[in-house]
């Protein structure tokens, strides 16, 4: 019997170097198939842990996440703000916005994803905290900047928010660049002048926002849950194939 084990991210880096990061990193020798949400996950497990795998990309749905009409004024910068979970890096664009605030007055920062009681956030801002997808959606489409960070996979946001016509920055990362590229996204290195510099200088370049709202646009429209479905089933399929055969 062939056994698959489906991975969304590198669990073990989920906890500090311990008992628990150890258990997960012990999972992926059990000898099972990894299907994992990526290519560089694949590559990852595949190198460290000699683990065989078979990514899946990511597709974002078209029905919900789309651009809908500029009803806000103003210039407007959301932030993917998720505190309880770190490889969000929530500190780090925190401490990089607020540089930004400095730089561009007019600005509002939008954060979602999660509570940020208990935080002091010293510049104009609003917390939306979790929403559902179609209010997600139409809030992506008020503003003129998303920032994502990712210390490990990648999140979905950052197809959905392209999808809304958003330009996306980004840290510059191998498990960022398996998906986002410097013509579809803004990549910044992953300090607090990089990414402030990434985000002001991309408010004060608007061809190139309008570049990356094009080229995003585009890339969200190439993304399908369908094709990424067909795939799934055709992995799934050749592994049956394999185990009847031995």
Known sequence: VRRCYF???????FEPAGSTSAFCEATY?????????????????????????SPVGFACDRAIYQP????????RVLFYGRPSTYRRAFELGLIALGKVAERHKDVEFVFVGGRLDGYRIPFRHRCEGVLDFPSLARLYSQCDIAVVL?????????????????PVVSNRAPCTEWLLSDRIAQLV?????????????LL???????????????????????????RLANILSSLHEGASRG
């Not at 991975?7 to 880096?13: A, M």
């Not at 990648?154 to 392209?162: I, T």
Request: aromatic content about 6%.
């Open 189 to 201: 290195s992953p300090t607090i002048d990089g990414i402030a510099e990434g985000v002001s200088s």
């Open 68 to 75: 809908y009409p500029r009803t806000e004024t103003g210039r």
């Open 29 to 53: 020798r059990f000898g099972f198939h990894g299907i994992t949400a990526g290519r560089w996950l694949a590559d990852k497990l595949a190198a460290d842990y000699g683990m065989p795998t």
């Open 204 to 230: 004060e370049d608007e061809p190139r926002r309008l570049m990356l709202r094009r080229a995003g646009l585009e890339a969200a429209q190439n993304a399908s849950w369908e094709a990424e479905g067909d």
């Open 7 to 13: 991975v969304q991210d590198l669990e073990s880096l």
């Open 150 to 166: 990712s210390m490990s996979n990648l999140s979905l946001l950052p197809l959905e928010l392209m999808a809304c016509g958003v």
